[in-house]
């Protein structure tokens, strides 16, 4: 009896210890302002544009510059190695608390579709797990995660690297009373002096690269244009510049960006690429083969804030 | 089946009921069945061998038993030798052929290992096994069934610790399961765990940029990551023996110690006599005393080749890498070193407090053993010599941006994030290195202790890595 009772001791012990934690670690990182999805939950952004994607509008969009070409208030969404199935929730979380932006501005490439580039990005939505869209969606893309989530504080455990620095930082949120992030409109600007080589270009693409189509990234991309299309939102799809011998011996692009074209084009959804600009000419343009430097994406924020207000929102 | 795998512990839980439910006389087959079980779950081709190798093994031994000493008893004796010294060399020739383990290190999930279970350890049981009976130090008679057992017990299948005959057999269907051993068992498993999980497998990434990927770009890099390398290797290999020990407590039996606070030596005698315990002892045992016997006549030549050739078979053992020798002979070279000082009389001892000198002579050792690591984990001798170029580059050895030349390729960004994990790495390592003693005493313990249980499984939630299961080192030998 007395075995029992440590094995009760032991066991209760632990599972009230990791209720607590999961308790609040939701609560913190909720909290944590510079966690945009926990930022978009919290807080009424209302934005009439809104920017998707990975790293690169991440990095490269500005809501302010565009907001000068446009008039439309901004707010950048984007984040690295986002995918589509986390655009798609990202997006998802953004319309449950927010009205529906005007315009939702994604960037597409072939990378998109590609299971090298980009990831999906699971311990993200572990605050989230009891919106039932959420949960459905990790369940599809992250299998061996969820099978962990029931279990308390799994949910945190299981991708532990990627919670502590983010609680604590909502701690620190909470206590210093903050009202807003660190970037206030999402723009994220990562403009290193990174050396740049053409050597380091090539070793990003393989030679004669051969670009994947992933049927499920394929599906979110669906699931993106199908919720944009509920919500009477206007979706506008981009790639910006990128170095233009990067893909000289790619094998495969136009034809990736030809289906995506065809799928597009069926729900009436602008592709504007910028594969003719100068500036894709010459390596000093850019720090990674699809992220321009600083004053060459000023010069592009400028460029696609005119074309956007030209061909779309004005019309 | 990784032993800090859920399927391990679902396994082993299994294993532990139908022992349980089993009468006294039964108990020591279901053992057997499980072990041939979790062999021939990971690969049939491995039972297959196993029980091959044994039955061969006992046979011969049986052989030794009965014959009165002759040509026949030699003939037989040397047969069972060279069948386990071909096994152990045919397997690792088929398995890397006569490179290092570069492919192991950097294309895990593409490479296919020619995967025969343990293969490598039960062979030295085998020979240890060939040694006893031929000089007729272990008297007892065994059946064939207790010698699979002593070769397939699967808790120290795959990567020791190596028993001798002496040690496990006597036990085999002895043993009665107790209730501090059964907490005794539990408190060791969670102490691998915490070891594997919390530190060895949060260095990994890091080391793995290092040493595979990146390079270390300046001398303060390279230093740092053969240390952490040093740190995560012992982790990793004590840690997966904790669970070994530790899941056989649980069926009542006791098996070897492999490591006694190694990383604290102060001479690479010490060290050995502190690392890697099981097979120290077996190399000492079967390989340096005879060598040293027979060169009795000559004490400073029986020592020192006693010392290479045992080394050089280590090295071999470990893999027929170039690396793998500079690694082992590295070793005996400075052991023939430390003895020939010591013989000299020359010692920083006596002329520095002992405090001091301790930590001096710790550190010294700690290097040396990193260093000749650096050999150990590297791909190709090409590669290992690059490393030490820039090791003892003293121009470029501390690079002007600390944090972004040396931190941030260690933290695997230099984002804050990355940062922030690497400095509770550093924290956790520092924090169980410097209260290693008291914790190893409080794990080793039979007393049940709830708070240390508790905290333990709390740590291993919080900080340990759990999405990613790496392989444990020592299992690729």
Known sequence: ?315 | MSLNSLAYFAFLGTSLLVYFLTPKNYKKYIVLLASFLFIGIGSLDSLVVLIILSTSTYFIAKKLSNTPINRVRKLHYFSGLALNCLAILLFKYLENGFEGYETFFKESSTHHFFLLLGLSFYCLQNIGFLIEKYFNRFKEEISLIDFFFFNAFFPKLIAGPICQPHELLPQIGRVEVKKDQIIAGFQRILLGLVKKMVIADRIAPGVHEIFDIDGPGNGITALFTAFLFTIQLYFDFSGYTDIAIGSAKLFGYNIKENFNLPLRATSIRDFWRKWHISLTSWLTKYIYYPISFHLRDNPVSSVILGILITFFLSGLWHGFGITFLIYAISHALFIIIELYLEKRNWSIARILPPTISRFISGLLTFSLVSFSLVFFRSASLHEAFSYFAVLFDLTHFIPKDFLYEVIAPLALGGDQESLFNFYVTIALVLIFLLLEKRIERLFHSSELKIPIIVGAILVLFIFGIVESTEQFIYTQF
């Open chain 1, 1 to 315: 009896l007395k075995d029992v009772k440590h094995i009760v001791i032991i066991l209760g012990a632990v599972l009230f210890f990791l209720f607590i934690l999961e308790k609040s670690y939701d609560y913190l990182l909720h909290e944590n302002l510079n966690i945009k999805t926990s930022y978009v939950v919290n807080h009424k952004i209302d934005a009439d544009l809104l920017i998707v994607g990975p790293c690169v509008p991440d990095w490269m969009l500005s809501p302010e510059l565009l907001k000068k070409e446009t008039n439309l208030s901004a707010y950048n969404l984007a984040k690295p190695h986002f995918s589509f199935p986390d655009i798609y929730l990202n997006l998802h979380l953004y319309l449950r608390e927010n009205t529906p932006p005007k315009n939702v501005l994604m960037f597409v490439s072939p990378e998109s579709f590609d299971l090298n580039y980009n990831i999906f990005n699971s311990y993200l939505y572990g605050p989230f797990l009891s919106d039932s869209i959420v949960n459905k969606v990790v369940l599809d893309m992250d299998p061996d995660y969820m099978k962990w989530t029931s279990f308390p504080f799994m949910k945190y455990a299981y991708y532990n690297k990627k919670y502590h620095f983010n609680a604590i930082q909502g701690l620190k949120h909470i206590l210093k009373n903050k009202k807003s992030p660190y970037f206030i409109d999402g723009f994220e600007p990562q403009f290193n002096n990174w050396k740049i080589t053409p050597d380091a270009f090539k070793s990003e693409y393989p030679k004669n690269y051969s670009f994947s189509w992933d049927p499920k990234r394929a599906f979110y991309f669906l699931k993106i244009i199908q919720l944009c299309s509920e919500k009477d939102i206007q979706l506008i799809l981009y790639e910006s510049p990128f170095y233009s011998s990067t893909y000289s011996d790619s094998q495969n692009r136009q034809k990736i960006i030809n289906k995506t074209k065809k799928i597009v084009e069926k729900h009436a959804i602008p592709y504007f690429i910028f594969d003719t600009l100068d500036m894709s000419h010459s390596m000093h343009n850019f720090q990674t083969s699809i992220n321009l430097r600083e004053q060459s994406s000023i010069e592009f924020n400028k460029l696609l804030g005119k074309l956007l207000s030209d061909s779309i929102i004005n019309k």
